[in-house]
């Protein structure tokens, strides 16, 4: 019923920016929770930001918060992940994840039951 696409990735220098999308369809997309994990080549999967659509609070990794930033347009259905300053650390495969509104755990991946595809984000130094 929910679809969660992301797109936007690309291969950037260090010290660029860029803006990924994740667009959601076929659900109440103001009242859920999404947020942006990624998975770097050979590690795990770690959190980068969370939005509460029906609070309009956000959520950020420590090691992150200063350099991308967590935005919703609720009349596109869509969440965006700015992303400035990057680094060559920052390669890695971004994914959106949604949920119904919860209040906590936002860094943990279980609450989160849509996922999308990914898409890769390169920085070169």
């Known amino acids: 019923q929910v679809h969660v696409v992301e797109s936007g990735g690309g291969s950037v220098r260090a010290g660029g920016s860029l803006r990924l999308s994740c667009a959601v369809s076929g659900g109440t997309h103001s009242t859920y929770v999404m947020a942006w994990f990624r998975q770097p080549p050979g590690k795990e999967r770690e959190f980068v930001a969370a939005?509460?659509?029906?609070?309009?609070?956000?959520y950020y990794s420590d090691a992150l918060e200063g350099r991308f930033t967590i935005s919703r347009d609720n009349a596109k259905n869509t969440v965006y992940l700015q992303m400035t300053s990057l680094k060559p650390e920052d390669t890695a495969i971004y994914y959106c994840?949604?949920?119904?509104?919860?209040?906590?755990?936002?860094?943990?991946?279980?609450?989160?039951?849509?996922w999308g595809q990914g898409t890769q984000v390169t920085v070169s130094s």
């Open positions: 939005i509460r659509l029906s609070a309009d609070l956000s």
């Open positions: 994840a949604a949920s119904y509104d919860f209040h906590s755990g936002y860094a943990l991946e279980r609450p989160y039951i849509w």
